[in-house]
């Protein structure tokens, strides 16, 4: 693992379009509502090293496609962008994650909620009851209030 760094968190630019849809893509997270204007992004001195947007369905924020280079990991990074986006958005902030990684988010106050509690707004109920029933959809939704 690398030396803790120091890095800057910023608002994305165009320009920028390109490298989240590649870091997206490369930890095959949801390809939907990837527009740089809804995303924070890290910076070393030299490149972006991690990312994370709020998604808006309506009235509901989610936050969403966070991902750190695999080099920069368990330095904080992720932990300083998921802040970042929870200082611009506010709460209700609500999340959808694979059950393996509950527990990192966990660690920063999000909590999982039982189906009967996700808004329709993020997930319709028709697409929810797919994603459970036929496509046995092993992810959570969680939630931090405050
Ligand atoms: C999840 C991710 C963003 C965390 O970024 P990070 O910069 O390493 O996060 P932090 O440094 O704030 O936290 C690291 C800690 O979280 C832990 N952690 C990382 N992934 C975890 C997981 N899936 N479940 C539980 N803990 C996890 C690390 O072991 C580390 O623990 P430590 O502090 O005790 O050493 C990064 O691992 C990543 O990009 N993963 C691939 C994409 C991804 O899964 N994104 C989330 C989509 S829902």
Same mark, same amino acid.
């Given at each position: 693992? =690398? ?18 849809? =590649? ?8 390809? !939907? ?13 030299? !490149? ?58 966990? !660690? ?23 994603? =459970? ?14």
């Amino acid at each position: 693992m =690398r030396e803790p760094s120091p890095y800057s968190i910023r608002r994305a630019v165009e320009s920028d379009q390109p490298v989240i849809r =590649r870091l997206v893509r490369s930890e095959c997270l949801n390809p !939907r509502d990837v527009h740089w204007q809804n995303f924070l992004v890290v910076e070393d001195e030299s !490149r972006i090293i991690g990312i994370g947007q709020i998604r808006l369905h309506g009235t509901v924020k989610e936050l969403g496609s966070l991902v750190v280079l695999p080099e920069y990991r368990g330095q904080g990074v992720g932990g300083a962008l998921i802040s970042a986006l929870e200082m611009q958005a506010g709460y209700p902030l609500y999340l959808m994650c694979r059950n393996d990684r509950v527990s990192y988010y966990q !660690r920063f106050g999000y909590v999982v909620l039982s189906d009967a509690h996700i808004p329709p707004a993020m997930i319709p109920r028709r697409v929810l009851w797919i994603a =459970r029933h036929l496509l046995r959809g092993q992810f959570a939704v969680m939630l931090k209030v405050a």
